[in-house]
């Protein structure tokens, strides 16, 4: 294993631990969560929306949650979502969301989750948005899928879902969505989670390598690439392939997330790629600012210098 490896697979380990969730949380804001989250609701976080959208990029809007335990939290998860579509439309911002499938039931009920899913996607295309689907742990690849699947197959198409480099299964499960016709917008990552060798390759280089045989694989079937990571040296690389081949916006855009390398956003929209920034909001932070410090060791210092200063 990498040392970057080690040290993620550290950081996710240790925030795992319940008295570490308890500490931090109620740390909240004063640890720098505020950097990657835009706020704690959509009040708060629609002038960061409204600036994005005014400087020409696009959004991706995720109301935070994961892993719920019961059906009236995931119920609750969705009408959370379904009221921030409405809110997003009504600001005339572009209701383009993001959800974790375990936000709506899928580790309780999968039926669940698919009635909930549905509803939100439905309503997302009601407003002329989208719903993608995040792609969670190794152990939630299949439901997932299935769930992705089952919306296709009711005819909603204002839908995606995201699928990850590290896994070594993921070259099989990209012509399993390329099949489908038309084919599906997908959004490529290199995956956020803790991962053993069984499942996911523990190499930088790898995992990097089959980031660009998955972005290349789907741009040779016609699909419509989702390229989500910072990675500049790709990024570029995959930019000018695009401006190559004479790629335009129905075939690609680059998407970060909020807070990550905003020079970098600025410096891609500026060059004329479309680029979308995905934009955190909710009560439910923990898991995904865990997972923000686990990719890059200085994040830690924001943690440390809250707990000091
Ligand atoms: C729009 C979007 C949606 C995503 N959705 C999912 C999903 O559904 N499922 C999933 O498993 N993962 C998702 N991810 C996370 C992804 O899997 C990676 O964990 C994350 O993007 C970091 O990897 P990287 O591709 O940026 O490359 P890295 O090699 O990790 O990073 C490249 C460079 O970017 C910078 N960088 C990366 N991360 C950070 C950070 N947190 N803070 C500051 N700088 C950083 C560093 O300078 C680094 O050198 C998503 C990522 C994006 C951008």
New binding site residues.
């Given amino acids: 294993m990498t040392l970057d490896g080690a040290y993620r697979r550290t950081v996710l380990a240790v925030a795992g631990a319940p008295l570490v969730r308890g500490f931090v949380t109620r740390a909240g804001w004063r640890l720098g969560v505020g950097r990657f989250v835009a706020g704690e609701s959509m009040e708060q976080a629609l002038p960061a929306l409204q600036r994005i959208e005014a400087s020409g990029k696009g959004i ?1 809007i995720d109301v935070l949650g994961e892993f719920v335990g019961d059906e009236a939290a995931a119920r609750q998860s969705a009408a959370r979502i379904r009221q921030a579509m409405q809110e997003a439309a009504e600001h005339g911002l572009e209701p383009y969301f993001s959800a974790k499938p375990t936000q709506l039931g899928l580790g309780i009920d999968r039926d669940l989750a698919l009635e909930l899913a549905t509803d939100l996607a439905a309503t997302a295309a009601g407003h002329q948005g989208h719903l993608c689907l ?3 742990s190794s152990g939630y690849v299949d439901a997932t899928l299935e769930l992705f699947e089952r919306l296709w197959e009711a005819g909603h198409r204002r839908i995606s879902t ?1 699928l ?1 480099s590290y896994l070594h299964r993921t070259p099989e499960d990209l012509e399993r969505v390329l099949a489908r016709s038309p084919v599906p917008d997908l ?1 490529i ?5 803790n991962e053993g060798a069984a499942v996911a390759h523990q190499d ?1 280089a790898r995992v990097e390598r089959a980031y660009r045989e998955l972005v290349y694989r789907a741009f040779e079937v016609g699909g419509h690439v989702n390229v ?5 040296r790709i990024l570029d690389e995959i930019g000018a392939y695009a401006r190559g081949a004479g790629f335009g916006p129905e075939r690609y855009e680059f ?3 909020y807070g ?2 905003p020079g970098l956003q600025d410096r891609l929209a500026g060059d004329g790629h479309r680029l979308r920034v ?1 934009v955190p909001f909710g009560e439910d932070w923990y898991g995904y600012f865990s ?2 410090l686990a ?2 060791p200085a ?1 830690l210092a924001f943690v440390v210098r809250g707990l000091t200063g």
Avoid: I
């Avoid at 989500?228 to 500049?232: N, R, V």
């Fill in positions: 991706v995040d792609m969670e995201v990850q959004r990552v290199k995956g956020a989670y930088k989500a990571t910072h990675d500049e998407q970060l997330l990550v390398r995905y997972r923000r990719e890059r994040n």
